[in-house]
């Protein structure tokens, strides 16, 4: 497995494993298979794992960190604070805004310390801007934590240029965590521009249009009630079916290459920029083994822009206006 920088001071494989979908949102699956699915991802040198405290909510921070109870040392390790979680009407806990008060920071460090069983959070992310809060507290507050041993990183998910300025100011960002594919070019504009100038590592998230993009989901049908994708613009049926003639698209080209349409919607993104590390997330070992292998997969320049421009139309937007108002602050 190649290897990229995170930030200064980490090296983390060229691809990471985005944890999410064992726990929450997608409608899970055993503990058992998801525990193979990390051990198998360590075994063939993928060593960068991502969670989030709100994944579950706490859920996904325990599973993460019992299946690397015993393999600490061969992993990088990223969770995210910056919700406020409380429990609802029906007892179970639920996201109830953000809230990146330097306080709640600490505390939330090591809630998430004592779920994923460890002495230091490799790369602590503030999941979303907090407006109320000015971004030098809440990174004020994360540098205090490092300077204590308690995180070695600091991260920002999909915050603005200003504000990335402004954090990076007080503290050095290691990583920006944007959503980021063939199908969301969004961090073109500014953040990988900025992220090159500064020094920082792109992480993208969904680079496989939650599995959209490659085919995988042709349906609402497909997928569960309480899945999350149900309710966002770009999985209503008329944007799926919109879509389908550019997942047939990025098939024939993939065909062309030998490869798999997730393979070569990897492979577009490892080849835009050496300081990108995406993180698609899957459950199975298959669907793992078949990402890892984007690595070895290179394009020219003017193969990664005809790729790109013959995959730009997409239909529906990422987010509703609610969830995109939380982003780009």
């Known amino acids: 497995m190649k290897t990229r920088k995170l930030g200064q001071d980490l090296s983390v494989s060229a691809i990471g494993l985005?944890?999410?979908?064992?726990?929450?949102?997608?409608?899970?699956?055993?503990?058992?298979?998801?525990?193979?699915?990390?051990?198998?991802?360590?075994?063939?040198?993928?060593?960068?794992?991502?969670?989030?405290?709100?994944?579950?909510?706490?859920?996904?921070?325990?599973?993460?960190?019992?299946a690397l109870k015993d393999r600490r040392d061969e992993a990088v390790?990223?969770?995210?604070?910056?919700?406020?979680?409380?429990?609802?009407?029906?007892?179970?806990?639920a996201m109830d805004g953000v809230d990146s008060r330097p306080e709640h920071v600490k505390a939330v460090c090591e809630e998430s310390l004592q779920r994923l069983g460890l002495e230091t959070i490799d790369l602590f992310y503030q999941h979303r801007v907090d407006p109320?809060?000015?971004?030098?507290?809440?990174?004020?507050?994360?540098?205090?934590?490092?300077?204590?041993?308690?995180?070695?990183?600091?991260?920002?998910?999909?915050?603005?240029?200003?504000?990335?300025?402004?954090?990076?100011?007080?503290?050095?960002?290691?990583?920006?965590?944007?959503e980021?594919?063939?199908?969301?070019?969004?961090p073109e504009a500014e953040i990988i521009p900025l992220c090159e100038e500064l020094g920082i590592t792109l992480v993208p998230y969904s680079p496989l249009g939650r599995g959209q993009l490659t085919g995988a989901i042709t349906s609402r049908d497909q997928l569960a009630e309480g899945d999350f994708r149900r309710n966002l613009p770009r999985f209503q049926e008329e944007a799926i079916a919109a879509n389908a003639a550019l997942a047939d698209t990025l098939k024939a080209l993939a065909d062309e290459r030998g490869a798999t349409p997730a393979q070569l919607a990897l492979a577009w993104i490892l080849n835009q920029k050496p300081f990108i590390v995406p993180i698609p997330g899957t459950r199975k070992i298959e669907r793992l083994e078949e990402n890892a292998a984007a690595v070895d997969i290179v394009l020219t320049k003017d193969e990664v822009a005809a790729i790109g421009e013959?995959?730009?139309?997409?239909?529906g937007a990422r987010y509703n206006p609610d969830q995109l108002a939380m982003t780009g602050r």
């Not at 200003?162 to 050095?172: K, L, S």
Request: glycine share 10%.
């Open 18 to 66: 985005g944890c999410m979908g064992m726990s929450h949102a997608y409608g899970g699956q055993p503990e058992a298979q998801s525990i193979a699915t990390i051990h198998r991802a360590l075994d063939i040198g993928v060593t960068f794992f991502d969670t989030a405290e709100v994944y579950g909510p706490f859920e996904n921070e325990k599973l993460v960190g019992k």
């Open 180 to 186: 980021y594919s063939l199908w969301t070019r969004d």
């Open 132 to 178: 109320s809060v000015p971004i030098e507290e809440t990174v004020g507050a994360v540098a205090d934590l490092i300077k204590a041993g308690k995180v070695r990183a600091l991260g920002l998910s999909e915050a603005g240029a200003d504000t990335i300025r402004r954090a990076h100011a007080v503290h050095p960002v290691s990583a920006v965590q944007n």
């Open 77 to 93: 390790i990223a969770t995210k604070f910056g919700f406020r979680i409380r429990k609802d009407a029906s007892g179970a806990a």
């Open 310 to 315: 013959r995959l730009s139309a997409v239909s």
